[in-house]
Nanobody
Framework: QGQLVESGGGLVQAGGSLTLSCAAS????????MGWFRQAPGKEREFVAS????????LYADSVKGRFTISRDNTKNTMYLQMNSLKPEDTAVYYC???????????????????WGQGTQVTVSS
């Protein structure tokens, strides 16, 4: 499947913004739906957002809807997560994920994530 590498995490005050990037090394990146997940200390990993292979379809968790925007640039093999109006409860390690096959969609990505990056820490201070 190749490698997924997240970047862009950091420390930000509540109300601030960050943009995460996920660089994929597999050549067929543009054929796969992709997703972002996060895991806060002491909690299970949870779905954040997903995007179809073309970028035309997206899905968001209710907790981030209206604040986060997922996008991708298939010419750069990169996916992004623009995070605005950040809250302390957004503090977590954020992971990008790819499915195991090209049949996953933005709608099915919450259950289809199979390959993970190493994660990037996002900390939102109050």
């Amino acid at each position: 499947q190749g490698q997924l590498v997240e970047s862009g995490g950091g420390l930000v005050q509540a109300g601030g913004s960050l943009t995460l990037s996920c660089a994929a090394s597999f050549l067929t990146f543009g054929s796969y739906a992709m997703g972002w997940f996060r895991q806060a200390p002491g909690k299970e990993r949870e779905f954040v957002a997903s995007i179809s292979w073309s970028g035309g379809g997206t899905l968001y968790a209710d907790s981030v809807k209206g604040r986060f925007t997922i996008s991708r640039d298939n010419t750069k093999n990169t996916m992004y997560l623009q995070m605005n109006s950040l809250k302390p409860e957004d503090t977590a390690v954020y992971y990008c994920a790819a499915p195991s096959d090209q049949y996953a969609t933005a709608q099915t990505m919450p259950e289809r994530a199979a390959h993970w990056g190493q994660g990037t820490q996002v900390t939102v201070s109050s």
